[in-house]
DNA sequence: ATCACCATGTAAATCGTTACATGATTAT
DNA sequence: ATAATCATGTAACGATTTACATGGTGAT
């Protein structure tokens, strides 16, 4: 039974606490977002398949609200996530970056139009990399509480991710101006 | 009529010069790939739109091996492709990385499996570092030729996002590192 | 001859998002 | 009362990949 990268979101969250599907969205939208998101239309079905599968094991809570079901990873669902974390095969990673690809084509765009282009890109990470930042006092406390430093030293990796589109921005910037030096006064 | 942003790849590609599907999925192969992909499954159809809605042009080359089809951007084309290089609304980004979502939720791993995912993260990352520094000569020779700085740039800009990673992997094996030292002898 | 590469194209499958429907509980 | 949040779920749509089918051309 092969098992997509978002059955391993979803089991990896329920590796940390037993969770329902509404917490584990709520989770990953504070942490995994940022580098795998997921959303509502796979958790639901997917939380289906995995108990099914025997992998996890779902229990309905009575009295709180509507039924809301907690899910618990079982043995067979531990050992599929640690099968997973230590899968020696090739590590799937994509990018999709409008940004550096309108960078990419900008060839046709003047000097003003690029340099508001890079603002843009560097506005963006900046709202992302203070999102991030924001969270960080919840998760340090959480790494204190539990032990579990990974989870803090993956969203400094977030912030650090943010950062180098900023940095890059600004040395792209910085390039562009160097070129327009060069060619003041020619045209 | 409203564009996916793969449409805007191939008007971008077509907006250098004109090409075949071809040779705008080899160009994309060593360029674009890395921060936008597309696959022929997307490009064929693509075209015939893009031609059906005036943005490009296409003629049959003649001669040279099976009908090849070649492309050309039309003033309505780059219209477009300008409109779209400067729309200020949202950029849309996103990343899946296998690689750090396995490291979120490697807590349940022991010392020498963390080690080994971020060694297996790192080796990906140079691997792809490496294909990029073998193209950049290629680009740097175009660079020169067609006075597109951009291209150069963009490439540097791909490398560097890979040196991110290997960065990244190195800072996060010393804080491994350190924390093991905590607890050397604890358990 | 046979392999690598040029070249176009489609169908099926997979993956993921968005929008909608529903309704309870809690805080203001 | 009413807004926000908790909570589950599905249907439709859109995007993308993969695998397949087809055939020419040029080099070894």
Redesign the pocket.
């Known amino acids: 039974m092969e098992l997509?990268?978002?059955a391993y979101v979803i089991l990896g969250m329920l590796g940390k606490q037993p969770m329902?599907?509404?917490?584990i969205k709520?989770k990953a939208d504070i942490s995994t977002r940022f580098f795998w998101?997921?959303?509502?239309?796979?958790i639901?079905?997917e939380?289906k398949r995995l108990e099914q599968a025997g992998l996890i094991a779902g229990e309905d809570e009575a009295g709180?609200?509507?039924?809301?079901?907690v899910y618990s990873i079982t043995p067979p669902g531990r050992e599929a996530l640690h099968a997973w974390l230590t899968d020696p095969g090739e590590l799937q990673s994509e990018l999709?970056h409008e940004g550096v690809l309108r960078f990419f084509f900008a060839d046709s765009l003047d000097h003003d139009e690029r340099l508001a282009l890079l603002a843009s890109i560097r506005a963006k990470h900046k709202r992302i990399q203070a999102e991030l930042a924001a969270i960080e006092p919840g998760a340090s406390a959480h790494a204190a509480e539990t032990g579990d430093r990974l989870v803090l030293l993956t969203l400094e990796t977030g912030i650090a991710y943010q950062q180098f589109f900023v940095d890059l921005c600004d040395r792209l910037e910085r390039r562009l101006a160097e070129e327009s030096d060069q060619t003041t006064g020619e045209d």
Not at 20 to 23: A, D, F, I, K, P
Not at 37 to 42: D, E, F, L, N
Not at 64 to 69: N, W
């Open positions: 997509g990268k978002t329902s599907g509404y917490e709520a998101a997921i959303s509502y239309g796979q639901y079905p939380l709180s609200g509507r039924g809301k079901r999709r």
